[in-house]
């Protein structure tokens, strides 16, 4: 296997520098009782020092052509279980069984109960943790899959690219504030670790990159029932970014089969709100955002 290859159409990168592996596995916080998911080990850099930290690591590749390489690098590290597979397709239940959360469990009372299903204990002991140097072009439905599917882990620590991290990372006001950095902050409180340039990877890749750490909320603004409305409120309110709030919504169907909403029906959910109908949508809280639809779906 030392002819082995980097594949560009799997956004391969490999990290090779023992210190930001460190940071990596420093900044997601996994102890001696904890469960790592690694996303992409490929080689296994990351895997191994991972496995000196944590009780088990499940290291989820897609490429079957580096498993063997990755299995001989780990052989020393009996806590690591291999699994070929695409993370888009995993099936989270076999790494968290009956612990695996469901959408019931958020926003409820019993959600603080230290019951046998609660997000902060997912495995028998420790915490479920998340981590990976993601490709590129994948990002963002890697990390939506995994916090759509409620999946209870306790953090997700990503290299992602450095563009795309100063996007998650964003708060209101600024050029990178969007959607994205809303959808990912609803779940999840999102802080910039370090950045990590291009030379530190094998292959170089042609922009550099940035490590995400993401500590996942027990709790979360809106109801499950009411969640599919607000980001459907946020992408609409996004789709034209230069106009002000009032004008992006115009037409907006804040339900299934409601008649789409008319200038009257914004002011008036707007004043509800106490948000001033000048405000273009980058300055508008997720908190805010998460009243505007409720009041929408009240009206």
Same mark, same amino acid.
């Given at each position: 296997m030392a002819d082995f290859r980097a594949k560009k159409a799997l956004g391969q990168n490999f990290i090779n520098d023992p210190q930001i592996i460190e940071a990596i596995v420093d900044a997601c916080g996994a102890g001696p009782d904890d469960t790592v998911v690694e996303i992409g080990p490929g080689k296994g850099a990351l895997t191994c020092t991972l496995a000196e930290r944590a009780k088990r690591v499940i290291?989820?590749?897609?490429?079957s052509s580096v498993i063997p390489l990755l299995k001989g690098n780990l052989a020393g590290a009996p806590n690591v279980e291999v699994v070929n597979e695409d993370i888009l397709?995993?099936?989270?239940?076999?790494? !968290? %069984?009956? *612990?695996?959360?469901?959408?019931?469990?958020?926003?409820?009372?019993?959600?603080?109960?230290?019951?046998?299903?609660?997000?902060? &204990?997912?495995?028998?002991?420790?915490?479920?943790?998340?981590? %990976?140097?993601?490709?590129?072009?994948i990002t963002t439905p890697i990390l939506l899959g995994i916090l759509e599917k409620n999946v209870p882990a306790k953090s997700i620590t990503?290299? =992602?690219? &450095?563009?795309?991290?100063?996007?998650?990372?964003? %708060?209101? $006001? $600024? &050029?990178?504030? %969007? !959607?994205?950095?809303?959808? #990912?902050?609803?779940?999840?409180?999102? *802080?910039?670790?370090?950045? =990590?340039?291009?030379?530190?990877?094998?292959?170089?890749?042609? !922009?550099?990159?940035?490590?995400?750490?993401?500590?996942?909320?027990?709790?979360?603004?809106l109801a499950p029932e009411e969640e599919?409305?607000?980001?459907? #409120? =946020? &992408?609409?309110?996004?789709?034209?970014?230069?106009?002000?709030?009032?004008n992006s919504l115009v037409g907006y169907c804040p339900a299934s089969g409601a008649a789409p909403l008319q200038k009257e029906d914004i002011l008036k959910a707007l004043a509800a709100c106490g948000i001033d109908?000048?405000?273009?949508?980058?300055?508008?809280?997720?908190?805010?955002?998460?009243?505007?639809?409720?009041?929408?779906?009240?009206s």
């Open positions: 290291a989820v590749e897609l490429d397709k995993f099936d989270w239940s076999r790494v !968290v %069984g009956n *612990s695996f959360a469901t959408e019931k469990q958020f926003n409820s009372p019993q959600a603080d109960a230290k019951t046998e299903q609660d997000p902060e &204990k997912p495995c028998n002991s420790g915490v479920l943790r998340i981590v %990976g140097n993601l490709p590129y072009y990503v290299m =992602v690219q &450095k563009e795309v991290a100063e996007r998650i990372c964003a %708060g209101p $006001g $600024g &050029k990178d504030y %969007g !959607v994205l950095s809303i959808s #990912l902050q609803y779940y999840a409180d999102c *802080s910039y670790v370090l950045n =990590v340039p291009a030379e530190y990877f094998t292959p170089r890749p042609k !922009v550099d990159s940035a490590v995400v750490h993401m500590t996942l909320k027990k709790e979360r603004l599919p409305q607000f980001f459907a #409120l =946020v &992408k609409k309110a996004f789709s034209q970014r230069r106009k002000t709030l009032l109908e000048k405000r273009r949508p980058e300055t508008l809280s997720i908190e805010e955002f998460a009243a505007l639809s409720r009041a929408f779906l009240c």
